[in-house]
């Protein structure tokens, strides 16, 4: 029922869009993605592509933090002589992330994670998400050679915020809230060696307890982010 001059105008401010919009963007070196989001009850949770490709931080209430303490180590800590970065030559350079070495023993044990637990509780955790984790070793390598505090922190921004399931559904003969219960009883010390301090961050193991706490009186509704 449309005109020929209505579908050549068409094809023509389709064709026009294509040739102008580039198929990709390339960020300079200085550039670096962050961004912050408030969960509540108006809110909807980050989808599993975005928690696949990104690393999440959760923050407590600035109410709740130890000012006193934040206070103590900036006085004590803090370098006034040291320079800010800003010239793009002083930042990392971007790479690929490492290769997946399945001799590797972090990729083992997030492989045998995944086949135990991650999968049947419907988290999922893949080669680039493992790949991720090997790339945030490395660079944390440089400040820290505390290989708990990395597997704490791996553990904190890519696969607790992935928890959200009904504990009660069955995977094959077993309840899903059983596999987390036997997660939280592996956590320490079969996966982690030792509790990091409140120093060095937030404690994965106290943020699993928590976890389960809420789900338990929540009728097993396991939701990281409530």
């Known amino acids: ?8 105008s068409d094809l023509r401010r389709m064709i ?51 000012w006193a ?12 002589n040291k320079a800010i970065k800003f010239e793009s030559h002083q930042f990392d350079d ?5 290769r997946f070495d399945r001799k590797n023993d972090f990729c083992l044990k997030l492989t045998e994670l995944t086949k135990s637990f991650f999968t049947p509780m419907g988290v999922e ?10 790339n945030y070793q490395s660079k944390l390598s440089v400040f820290s050679d505390n290989d708990d505090l990395f597997m704490n922190n791996f553990l904190l921004q890519k696969v607790m915020p992935k928890l959200t399931f009904d504990g009660n559904k069955m995977f094959g003969d077993k309840e899903l809230k059983d596999l987390l219960l036997q997660l939280q009883a592996q956590l320490h010390p079969n996966i982690l060696n030792n509790r990091v301090s409140s120093a060095d ?7 699993f307890e928590m976890l389960v706490s809420k789900a338990k009186i929540n009728d097993w509704i396991v939701n990281y982010w409530a």
């Open 1 to 8: 029922k449309d005109s020929l001059i209505k579908y050549h």
């Open 16 to 66: 026009s869009g294509v040739i102008s919009i580039p198929s990709s963007i390339v960020f300079p070196q200085n550039v670096r993605i962050i961004g912050a989001i408030n969960i509540d009850e108006t809110t909807h949770y980050l989808s599993p592509k975005i928690l696949d490709r990104a690393h999440i931080v959760k923050f407590d209430s600035p109410l709740l933090f130890d």
């Open 69 to 80: 303490q934040i206070e103590t180590e900036i006085n004590t800590e803090h370098d006034a």
């Open 94 to 98: 971007r790479q690929k992330y490492p």
């Open 125 to 134: 955790v893949g080669l680039r998400t493992i790949r991720q984790g090997l």
């Open 201 to 207: 961050g937030i404690d994965a193991v106290e943020e």
